[in-house]
């Protein structure tokens, strides 16, 4: 049997009208393709251009300020008065139920430290190893203590390795007392609000070195010694030896780094160990 091309295609005039209604156009070659073969007609339907949608406003929701508004911090009040009048006990009591920053809504428990207590009245040094961290984590927040969980083992080992253990002749605190929410870097309106309390442990301690682990302990500690330290790396100040006014005593202070971040980045536990060495000849040689 026999085949022709189709030639064409045959619409009446109710179809047409049909395609039309719908938008719809309709293509048709001028001549069939001629490759002795019988081919269908090729018939495209083409949609018509869509008429353009009606713009829409958007809301995206605000992204939260890093500090809260007023309106969000109802329920805080302002630190107590005469930090640095304050004995040990009286210190550790304020701590526990500041209100001073958003902080204290999220914490389980304030983190005032642990080690060696202070003997009142503090005329001579009252320990001679004051670690500083740099705040709370979800382990600390629920035990109520610095340094706690796999960080907390690191610091342990690396004390034990010159002779030390965090309750005798040491002490360990943060200069965060809460936990800041998922872990995160503390706000600078939140290290201002905790640097008062940590700077009156270092007065009542009057520690003989200060081993400041972490960029935030760093720039705590050295913020009035060292020109633009939030600038600089920590790296930058390593290897060297520092000083941090306290009640008239300037305190040695050696720069390293957070035992967290040396669990995430073994190689340079080597150079933490330096620095552990750097301060232990600073204590050999302290009169």
């Avoid at 209604?21 to 269908?40: E, F, R, Y």
């Avoid at 949608?53 to 009040?77: C, D, E, K, N, W």
């Avoid at 060292?226 to 920590?234: D, G, N, R, S, W």
Wanted: proline residues 11%; glycine residues 6%.
């Amino acid at each position: 049997m026999s085949m022709t091309p189709s030639t064409g295609l045959n619409l009446d005039a109710r179809q047409r009208a049909m395609l039309q209604a719908m938008h719809i156009k309709v293509w048709q070659p001028d001549s069939p393709a001629d490759d002795g073969l019988a081919t269908p007609t090729a018939l495209v339907a083409l949609p018509a251009p869509a008429a353009p949608l009606p713009r829409v406003p958007v809301s995206l929701p605000a992204v939260p300020s890093s500090t809260p508004p007023a309106a969000a911090q109802a329920g805080l009040s302002p630190r107590p008065d005469g930090i640095d009048q304050m004995d040990w006990p009286t210190l550790a009591q304020a701590v526990s139920g500041c209100r001073a920053c958003g902080l204290c809504e999220s914490r389980k428990n304030t983190v005032f430290g642990v080690g060696q207590l202070p003997v009142a009245p503090a005329t001579s040094p009252q320990v001679d190893w004051l670690i500083v961290g740099e705040a709370p984590g979800e382990n600390e927040d629920l035990a109520g203590e610095p340094f706690v969980g796999q960080a907390g083992k690191l610091l342990d080992n690396m004390l034990r390795a010159i002779g030390l253990d965090r309750h005798n002749k040491v002490y360990i605190a943060n200069v965060l007392k809460c936990r800041p929410p998922v872990n995160r870097n503390p706000e600078p309106h939140e290290v201002a609000q905790c640097t008062p309390y940590l700077r009156r442990q270092i007065e009542l301690l009057q520690p003989k070195i200060i081993l400041a682990m972490g960029r935030f302990a760093m720039n705590a500690l050295l913020d009035a010694s060292v020109p633009e330290v939030h600038k600089l790396p920590l790296g930058k100040l390593r290897g060297q030896i520092h000083h941090c006014q306290s009640a008239g005593r300037a305190v040695p202070v050696i720069v390293t780094y957070h035992p967290a971040y040396l669990l995430r980045n073994l190689p340079e536990k080597a150079k933490a160990w330096a620095d552990l060495c750097l301060a232990l000849d600073v204590m050999r040689r302290a009169p």
